[in-house]
């Protein structure tokens, strides 16, 4: 039996200016649930958090079409945690589509404080089918042991 899941890089490593705003979008076709990580490069403080950190759905990839993801708004659902002096500071966006419909599209949006290397990825889980290739399953090579 094969794991029904699915890797999917929204953002590679964008090093991103203070007050500039990184997006990566998330296709959730045909998925049910989606883990959705903003990875925050090392900050020069702690305390050097970004001023905007949420994740937002659209029914189409026009970026004029998404909206705030209730729940899941920085400074207003959760609070933005503080960010590591050494290693990545990543925050997890855990979304059910099982639980409550969600439009097609997920898009983190970040800006950072000071300039930082952001990458926003996702895992997702129970598909339609069990990904039978490695293109299907949004990576180079599948080994299946």
């Given at each position: 039996m094969l794991t029904?899941?699915?890797?999917v890089i929204g953002l590679h490593g964008s090093s991103t200016t203070n007050a500039a705003t990184a997006t990566g979008a998330i296709d959730t076709l045909d998925w049910d649930h989606a883990l959705v990580d903003v990875v925050l490069a090392t900050s020069s403080a702690v305390t050097t958090k970004p001023t905007v950190l949420k994740l937002q759905e659209s029914a189409t990839t026009d970026a004029s079409n998404y909206s705030d993801l209730s729940g899941a708004v920085g400074g207003?659902?959760?609070?933005?945690?503080?960010?590591?002096?050494?290693?990545?500071?990543?925050?997890?966006?855990?979304?059910?589509?099982?639980?409550?419909?969600?439009?097609?599209?997920?898009?983190?949006?970040?800006?950072?404080?000071?300039?930082?290397?952001?990458?926003?990825?996702?895992?997702l889980f129970r598909g339609d089918e069990s990904p039978s290739t490695a293109a299907k399953a949004g990576v180079e090579t599948l080994v299946n042991v």
């Open positions: 029904e899941s699915k890797k207003t659902d959760f609070t933005i945690p503080n960010m590591k002096t050494q290693g990545e500071s990543i925050v997890r966006f855990n979304v059910s589509k099982a639980k409550k419909p969600h439009k097609r599209y997920l898009r983190g949006v970040v800006s950072p404080a000071t300039t930082q290397i952001i990458s926003i990825t996702a895992e």
